[in-house]
T-cell receptor, first 114, second 112 residues
Framework: GAGVSQSPSNKVTEKGKDVELRCDPISGHTALYWYRQSLGQGLEFLIYFQGNSAPDKSGLPSDRFSAERTGGSVSTLTIQRTQQEDSAVYLC????????????FGSGTQLSVL | GDSVTQMEGPVTLSEEAFLTINCTYTATGYPSLFWYVQYPGEGLQLLLKATKADDKGSNKGFEATYRKETTSFHLEKGSVQVSDSAVYFCALSKNRDDKIIFGKGTRLHILP
């Protein structure tokens, strides 16, 4: 596709439910990143994939958060037993290489946990 | 740990005014420095970057110089336009495999 695609664009869920967020990177980009953007908190790094492996998952806030990438392409971020503090915009980005390459960001998934 | 601090917004200027958004960083070694911009309704995009001391990144009339002695990477533009209204993020990365650390962002409003 022309850019990084994220779905859904908006997700409202009830506390305690599981959610899955999807990211389709730009074709051919080997690196994929997940960040979280909370109001007034800037961007918080969650996890980084190079191909299908995750060299750095240090930003995942708790064991309720997990992510996978298959076929070196699509990635899914899963949040189990959602809490209200999980409410944020979840951003995905991709790049041809590592972090020093230009990152291309999607428009994000706005997650609201009621 | 490594961090980026940028001036809080919102910053409101009139069209054609001079812009400075301050950014300082804390990091060991020699990180690469970036400015990303988020226009209303759009995803973040790279505005400019600098990879070593005294480098100047520039794009779309914006400039920033990597100052190691003051650990700063201030963003400047000589004459802003209404279309520059956006949120600007300063960021750093230690190396190509090290996560980009972002500042909290500065919202810029340009009045016609």
């Amino acid at each position: 596709g022309a850019g990084v695609s994220q779905s859904p664009s908006n997700k409202v869920t009830e506390k305690g439910k599981d959610v899955e967020l999807r990211c389709d990177p730009i074709s051919g980009h080997t690196a994929l990143y997940w960040y979280r953007q909370s109001l007034g908190q800037g961007l918080e790094f969650l996890i980084y994939f190079q191909g299908n492996s995750a060299p750095d998952k240090s930003g995942l806030p708790s064991d309720r958060f997990s992510a996978e990438r298959t076929g070196g392409s699509v990635s899914t971020l899963t949040i189990q037993r959602t809490q209200q503090e999980d409410s944020a915009v979840y951003l995905c980005a991709s790049s041809p290489g590592g972090f020093h390459e230009k990152l291309f960001f999607g428009s994000g998934t706005q997650l609201s946990v009621l | 740990g490594d961090s980026v601090t940028q001036m809080e917004g919102p910053v409101t200027l009139s069209e054609e005014a001079f812009l400075t958004i301050n950014c300082t960083y804390t990091a060991t070694g020699y990180p690469s420095l970036f400015w990303y911009v988020q226009y209303p309704g759009e995803g973040l995009q790279l505005l400019l970057k600098a990879t070593k001391a005294d480098d100047k990144g520039s794009n779309k009339g914006f400039e920033a110089t990597y100052r190691k002695e003051t650990t700063s990477f201030h963003l400047e533009k000589g004459s802003v336009q209404v279309s520059d209204s956006a949120v600007y993020f300063c960021a750093l990365s230690k190396n190509r495999d090290d996560k980009i650390i972002f500042g909290k962002g500065t919202r810029l409003h340009i009045l016609p």
